[in-house]
């Protein structure tokens, strides 16, 4: 929990190294705040609650409304933001279809790929490729250190490993910047 709080402070702190515009914060402060409690509750539950994800929805429509009325540029960033959360929705639909993974990962993701949108298009397109990855060595690590490992029907949480790899994602764009 400290590590994904440490983890979303630092999401804000590339946000400001970024110069990021302005209303890509609105989404952003909003995930920073419920962030760490959505991963503990993903890691003890194995769920997202609703009352905490989609009013993200709304803090990227804030974002998103004031880009557009922020000037020429905001428009780009918008679409680029739409492009990314529907890519998002696309990719993780399928996999919440296919029973990898939950709705409330599916909407958490989007959420992210909402967010990451307004800042930075590499940052959208790494954060998945992170966040799986490194889910994937952590459910390997729990395999190989646990006498029981992970059998057929146990399961990891993907929410934390979702924020950890949007992120990830945003401060490598943040150094890249």
């Known amino acids: 929990m400290a590590l994904v709080a440490a983890l979303v402070a630092a999401l804000v702190a590339a946000l400001v190294w970024m110069r990021a515009p302005a209303p890509a914060f609105v989404p952003w402060t909003y995930l920073a705040a419920v962030g760490p409690v959505l991963a503990h509750i993903d890691v003890r539950e194995h769920r997202l609650p609703n ?99 992970l059998r057929r029907g146990r399961s990891i949480a993907i929410g934390p490993w979702l924020l950890l790899g949007a992120a990830v994602a945003l401060g490598a764009a943040a150094v890249r910047s």
């Open 51 to 149: 009352r905490l994800v989609l009013p993200g929805f709304g803090a990227w429509a804030i974002g998103a409304a004031w880009m557009l009325l922020a000037g020429p540029d905001g428009g780009g960033a918008v679409v680029r933001s739409l492009l990314s959360g529907s890519a998002y929705a696309l990719l993780l639909g399928a996999l919440a279809w296919f029973g990898g993974m939950g709705g409330g990962d599916l909407k958490l993701g989007t959420l992210l790929g909402l967010a990451l949108g307004l800042v930075s298009a590499p940052a959208a397109v790494l954060a998945l490729p992170l966040a799986f990855g490194s889910g994937a060595l952590a459910a390997a690590a729990a395999m190989a250190g646990s006498p029981k490992g």
